[in-house]
């Protein structure tokens, strides 16, 4: 039985880092002609080209990192009173609740940014960096409310209830027993919802006029444009930004809950 666990653990890495061993081929190839299954020359002409812009880049990525962290903890604060609610709480009406918490996901993209973008250019929203907040956390909300929903399920109210019981306020019931023991679900839905977040584009570029410029706003012209190597170069970082911020993450929870490694980094 441990022989299949590992074989199948070994499996499932490898399927993982196929698709980051192919970024990295492509972000080292030159000619690399079918059906070759590695490039025929080597060529840093992608790497050339960020060094380059790489001014540009950089303050797209502080600009991109900037907004979903702070989409991240605005969805955060307002997930986790929906969640709770959802979670503990038995009230009329609460599956119609439930849906409409999650209708983003299941309207079209398009739709959404089309319609917002007129209210939005009403309220002088538009073009603004506040707006493009806006928009992707409405687009956010459903995954932090429905991973919290599960997590406070999965804890459930009874540690809380005693807390109280043995003469806690409500803040030290959530400071000391409720946070530290949804953080894994805390950790999870900040994740979650800074991907989103960090790699939207059509939202930003809609809601945003081209003049919130976002790191998926540089990368989308050469994935359009089939240049490989400069796509890959700008995938690549992409990956280790975020990798960046959840090991951020991850050592901000530990420390806060004195509990064990979250992502095994």
Known sequence: MKFWSKAFLVLALALLALPFAGLLLWSLAGEWPWPQLVPATVSFRGWTAFAAMAEKFLEAIVTSGLLSSAVTLLCLLVSLPAARALAYYQFAGK???????????????????????????????????????????????????LILRDALLAVGSQWEDQAKVLGASRWQAARYIVLPLLAPGLVAA?????????????????????????????????????????????????????????????LLARRYTGQGRFFHL
């Open 190 to 250: 900040s994740v979650m919802v800074f991907i989103v977040s960090f790699s939207e584009y059509i939202l930003t570029f809609i809601i945003g006029g081209g003049k919130i410029v976002t790191f998926s706003l540089l990368i989308f012209p050469y994935l359009q444009g089939g240049d490989r190597n400069i796509s890959s170069v700008l995938s690549i970082i992409f990956l280790l930004v975020i990798l960046l911020w959840i090991l951020v993450l991850e």
């Open 95 to 145: 599956r119609l609740i439930e849906i409409f918490f999650i209708s983003p996901l299941l309207a079209p993209v398009m739709s959404i940014a089309m319609g917002v973008h007129m209210q939005f250019i009403r309220l002088g929203l538009a073009d603004t960096l506040p707006g493009v907040m806006l928009i992707h956390l409405f687009s956010c909300l459903p995954y932090g409310i």
